[in-house]
């Protein structure tokens, strides 16, 4: 049984670490696009022809609410709206294209959301025909969307199979429904194994299941459950995501329930033990944090090789230097900088079609930053990262030694070690090199629990 004390001292706000700095802590002040466009050029440069290049894009539309989601998204049942966000789209990749000025490699594409399966397959074929014409594919490519189970059909997955999409996640989030009316996400087992046992028919090689803990009314026996129907169906890999309880970022949409009827930290936690404890027996392995993967899947077989990467789409099994997003609120990464595009669909609209890129704010990392940077992903990917004498900035090290005492690090001359204890806590452990966040402590709420 964990120890409550450590709970209580480590259960605060703090950021997920898909980057860093975390957005709140950007200084958009010192960003510029055209400060942006050479230094992704650049990196695009010393990177593409050997790794190749990311795209992540953002598909908003949704045709009903799940008030546990915190996601940029647009509720509609219109689907004219399709067409023209694809020409959207098109163009600012086109914009993209001509920024680079030599042909891209693209080595992972990631459709997210919102729904990405409330797109047409006609739709969805055109956007895709319309990003990789007049690119290369990298021969170990990895593309990916996330599919909703009650409107995923067989002809999305074979329309993007066709495509070179090989992996696809489905949302699950929990079987109670109870718990799937109190965040108005209803959908049966029956619609989960269905679409899991198409994709794998038509060929997908890797499928992934979304659960969630912490929701609302779910209690262990749930958490059981869950993970019981889980392994029935045997996917490839499993996030399993502590759900962020945000309702002063996204307004209404996360107040669908009252705070009092979701689960404290400590039963949270005995959720994920829980959990953990059986699907490790079931032959998965924890891959950095909310995730479990099978031995067979391209995921274990990153973390053993040490190519799994972190940034704003998740985990991913392979590490590029630079990731577009395209669509409204998506994050663009040169690893020197990131970009944000506009949030609705209305000001990325009025960008993209007025010939400019739809980036609202951004920043641009420095020395600094980058070598907390680079720690901070090794310890969300390998559990572990390098340590010299001239990365111990001011503070660190009295954390780290705090960590230490509470046995969640092991810290020697030259490296810093999750231990198991610690892989808990591992957003804690990041926060201990975040000088950002330590100069500037917010004065309000800006991120999800961290247990």
């Known amino acids: 049984m964990m120890d409550t004390t450590l709970i209580q001292k480590y259960n605060v706000p703090g950021p997920r670490y898909t980057s860093y700095p975390s957005v709140p802590y950007w200084d958009e002040a010192g960003f510029s696009i055209s400060q942006w466009i050479p230094g992704l050029r650049q990196s695009f440069k010393e990177s593409n022809l050997q790794e190749g290049i990311s795209l992540y894009i953002h598909l908003p539309f949704c045709e009903s609410l799940c008030t546990f989601c915190a996601c940029n998204k647009r509720i509609t049942r219109q689907h004219s709206v399709e067409e023209p966000y694809i020409e959207a789209l098109l163009k600012e990749w086109d914009m993209y294209r001509h920024i680079f000025r030599e042909k891209p490699v693209i080595r992972e594409i990631h459709l997210g959301g919102g729904t990405p399966t409330f797109f047409s397959p006609t739709h969805l074929k055109k956007l895709l025909d319309g990003i990789l014409s007049g690119c290369t594919v990298h021969p170990e490519r990895e593309f990916s969307f996330e599919g909703h189970p009650n409107n995923t059909e067989r002809e999305h997955l074979q329309t993007l199979y066709n495509t070179g999409f090989r992996r696809v996640s489905f949302g699950v989030q929990d079987y109670n429904e109870k718990v799937q009316k109190a965040i108005h996400r209803i959908q049966p087992f029956e619609n989960v194994k269905k679409v899991t046992e198409t994709a794998l028919e038509t060929g997908y090689e890797s499928v992934s299941h979304d659960l969630v803990f912490g929701l609302p009314f779910q209690t262990l026996e749930d958490v059981r459950k869950n993970i019981a129907l889980t392994l029935e169906l045997k996917p490839g890999r499993i996030a399993f995501y502590s759900y962020a309880h945000v309702p002063w970022v996204k307004g209404v949409g996360q107040r669908g329930f009252d705070e009092h009827d979701l689960p404290p930290g400590e039963l949270k936690l005995e959720f994920y033990t ?130 230490e005492d509470d046995r969640l690090v092991t810290i020697t001359e030259n490296k810093i070690i999750v231990t198991p204890k610690g892989r808990s806590f591992l957003r804690n452990i990041c926060m201990a090199f975040d000088l950002r966040l330590i100069a500037k402590a917010p004065s309000t709420r800006l991120f999800s629990m961290t247990v």
């Open 274 to 403: 829980t959990a953990k404890a059986l699907l490790e027996e079931a032959g998965y392995i924890e891959i950095g944090m909310d995730h479990f993967s099978l031995p067979s899947d391209r995921l274990y077989q990153a973390v053993r090789s040490k190519k799994i990467h972190r940034n704003f789409m998740g985990y991913t099994s392979s590490a590029t230097q630079v990731m577009i997003g395209l669509g409204v609120s998506a994050i663009s990464d040169s690893w020197y900088a990131f970009a944000q595009n506009e949030k609705t669909v209305e000001a990325y609209y009025e960008k993209i079609n007025n010939g400019g890129l739809a980036i609202m704010k951004g920043h641009i990392l420095t020395a600094e930053d980058l070598k907390i940077r680079r720690h901070i992903l090794n310890l969300m990917c390998f559990l572990e990262t390098g340590w010299m004498p001239e990365d111990r900035f001011p503070g660190i090290m009295e954390r780290l030694k705090a960590l």
